[in-house]
Each structure stands twice: as C-alpha cells, then as structure tokens.
Nanobody, 122 residues
Framework: VQLQASGGGLVQAGDSLRLSCAVS????????MAWFRQAPGKDREFVGG????????YYANSVKGRFFISRDNAKNTVDLQMSSLKPEDTAVYFC????????????????WGRGTLVTVSS
C-alpha cells in the first residue's frame, strides 16, 4: 500500500495551495480518507476527512471554510485545497486511509503517506 502526498511548498500568508495524495495497493473506494498535519514540536492533528463516496466531508474548526477536501475514485486520489493560508498552517501534511469509518483520530487510520511540507510565511 502506498499513499504519496505531493504539492507542498513555501507560500505567503493569504495564498492558496493544493495538495494531492495518490493511493495504490488497496481498494480505494473501501476507504474513508483524511488529511492530518503535524507542526514542529506538536502532535499530529486532524485537518479534514471524507467518506468513501466523497459525499460527506468534515473539518477541524481551525480550517473550516478555508480548506476543502475532495476525492477522485476513478483516479485513486484525494486532494486538499487550501486557501487563505496562515503562518499557523505551517506543518507537514499527511494523507491517511481508514477502512472502518470516517474518524478524526490518528489511531483510526490504517495507512499513512510520508507527508509533504507546507510552509506559510507572514
């Protein structure tokens, strides 16, 4: 199983950035997907997730209205569109797959990508 996140980079506050995660080695439509992030010295935290169909999405309060998660079940990809970025969004962003449901805890996700770094300068 591989989850390959890409799209990170250095941006300025207020900019937008789109992350993408390519998934292989599992039946993609069986898995709920999510993005997490981990800032330096902090725990990994939930950012946003969506159900197997992609019909239902849910977000952390800190990103609600600024970040949007989507999936393409034909291409086995899940994207995170980020806008109005803030310096506090600086973190390594990880995509993750959950077979059983659509939770917010790191322990609920079976598979993880290696992460992509997003740095937002003020």
């Amino acid at each position: 199983v591989q989850l390959q996140a890409s799209g990170g980079g250095l941006v300025q506050a207020g900019d937008s950035l789109r992350l993408s995660c390519a998934v292989s080695g599992l039946i993609f439509t069986n898995y709920a997907m999510a993005w997490f992030r981990q800032a330096p010295g902090k725990d990994r935290e939930f950012v946003g997730g969506l159900t197997r169909s992609g019909r239902d999405t849910y977000y952390a309060n800190s990103v609600k209205g600024r970040f949007f998660i989507s999936r393409d079940n034909a291409k086995n990809t899940v994207d995170l569109q980020m806008s109005s970025l803030k310096p506090e969004d600086t973190a390594v962003y990880f995509c993750a797959a959950d077979l059983l449901g659509s939770g917010r805890g790191t322990a609920e996700y079976e598979y993880w990508g290696r992460g992509t770094l997003v740095t937002v300068s003020s």
